[in-house]
């Protein structure tokens, strides 16, 4: 069984402050990994993607990919309230499925 | 605008009686799939398509059927939905495989 874990959280972070989301996922051929911002009664929100090792950065957003150690990160700088919000992590595991993990709350706190 | 649409938001049903929720996506893309969404569960995929007349089981596919006649339609069927098809469902469509998907707004369904 392929699978992807988050820590469900809730995850507080100060207003301001760098929050950093993991993920660890259990099948090291994997190709894609994507980070989804989902607001409470929202769909989900496609918000980085990377394919290969190291740092992947986009506005305030950076995703980390390490691959021999299974591991994927999202690093949120300089955070805002508006950025309250579960994220997910997804993983291609190579077979055209998206695989999720259960997603991490995030607040931050004014 | 570039979109997933999906219909209807909300809907009540009864055990038994057939009901259809439509997606639709006009960015013409080759992949679209299913996800129901449940607390504590996550995402889980039901059925994706990789393009017209192909179709593949997900991860939770029993009770639903789907199709995809047309590129940009991909409906999903519950035959004889049962409660324990209550659930938060989501189309999503993605221009090839390996790549991220975009999802619509989701359909709130309760079967009493």
């Known amino acids: 069984q392929k699978e992807v874990e988050q820590n469900s959280g809730p995850l507080s972070v100060p207003e301001g402050a760098i929050a950093s989301l993991n993920c660890t996922y259990s099948?090291?051929?994997?190709?894609?990994f994507f980070w989804y911002r989902q607001y409470s009664g929202k769909s989900p929100e496609l918000i980085m993607s990377?394919?290969?090792?190291g740092d992947k950065e986009d506005g305030r957003f950076t995703a980390q990919l390490n691959k021999a150690s299974q591991y994927v990160s999202l690093l949120i700088r300089d955070s805002q309230p508006s950025d309250s919000a579960t994220y997910l992590c997804?993983?291609?595991?190579?077979?055209?499925?998206?695989?999720f993990g259960t997603g991490t709350r995030l607040t931050i706190i004014p | 605008e570039a979109q997933v649409t999906q219909n209807p938001r909300y809907l009540i049903t009864v055990t038994g009686k057939k009901l259809t929720v439509t997606c639709s996506q006009n960015?013409?893309?080759?992949?679209m799939s299913w996800y129901r969404q449940d607390p504590g569960l996550g995402l889980r995929q039901i059925y994706y398509?990789?393009?017209?007349?192909?179709?593949d089981k997900g991860d939770v596919p029993e009770g639903y059927k789907v199709s995809r006649k047309e590129k940009r339609n991909f409906p999903l069927i519950l035959e004889s939905p049962s409660p324990n098809q209550t659930s938060l469902y989501f189309c999503?469509?993605?221009?090839?495989?390996?790549?991220?998907?975009?999802f619509g707004s989701g359909t709130r369904l309760t079967v009493v």
């Open positions: 999503a469509s993605s221009p090839y495989g390996g790549y991220g998907y975009t």
């Open positions: 960015m013409n893309h080759e992949y």
């Open positions: 990377i394919y290969s090792n």
């Open positions: 398509s990789m393009n017209v007349e192909v179709t």
């Open positions: 997804a993983v291609n595991f190579g077979n055209e499925k998206l695989t």
């Open positions: 099948d090291r051929g994997s190709q894609s």
